[in-house]
């Protein structure tokens, strides 16, 4: 049985709460071809080991597309209209530009631009930074804002959003 899965879906939670795997679920009981576009890099063993352990648990049923920083032209590229794509997550994608130096709000420009057109749905996965304390150096901080004014942009756009904490998932903005 498929289930309907609007346009745009915003799934944010905190480290290890079980975001990804409400995604992916989300994805797979739409019916659409799963299609999952990767930002993070395994840039050191304990990364490593996180990239394998979703690889693992998402199978081969899965097209997987590894984009660090060119996530727009990704999904331009992968997005159909028989196709779901999940982007996990935009955190890594932001950290990604950030050390990179590039332009944050041109590249968020050209996502939200991208996202509009794209024919068919997408899930967006990523971390809820800004619930703790204001960080203490400038890199940090620079990283809380961008992805705050991220999330906002995103959630204005998106047709759903869900909030997952201990596995379970709560609809901040329901469909419709």
């Known amino acids: 049985m498929s289930i309907f899965l609007p346009r745009l879906t915003l799934i944010l939670g905190g480290a290890r709460s079980g975001k990804s795997r409400h995604a992916e679920r989300l994805v797979l009981e739409s019916g659409l071809q799963p299609c999952y576009l990767a930002t993070g890099?395994?840039?050191?063993?304990?990364?490593?080991?996180?990239?394998?352990a979703h690889r693992a648990r998402r199978g081969e049923r899965w097209r997987?597309?590894?984009?660090?920083?060119e996530l727009a032209t990704a999904l331009r590229h992968h997005a159909a209209a028989d196709c779901a794509v999940l982007v996990d997550c935009l955190t890594l994608w932001v950290t990604n530009l950030l050390l990179a130096e590039r332009d944050i709000e041109a590249e968020v420009a050209g996502l939200t631009a991208i996202l509009q057109a794209l024919p068919g749905p997408v899930v967006l996965v990523s971390n809820e930074v800004g619930l703790g304390i204001v960080p203490i150096d400038a890199l940090t901080r620079a990283f809380v804002d961008a992805t705050g004014a991220l999330h906002q942009r995103l959630a204005a756009m998106a047709d759903r959003v869900d909030l997952v904490t201990a596995g379970l998932p709560l609809r901040l903005k329901p469909e419709g």
Do not use: S
């Open 41 to 52: 890099q395994g840039g050191d063993a304990e990364m490593a080991a996180r990239i394998a």
């Open 64 to 69: 997987l597309v590894e984009e660090p920083l």
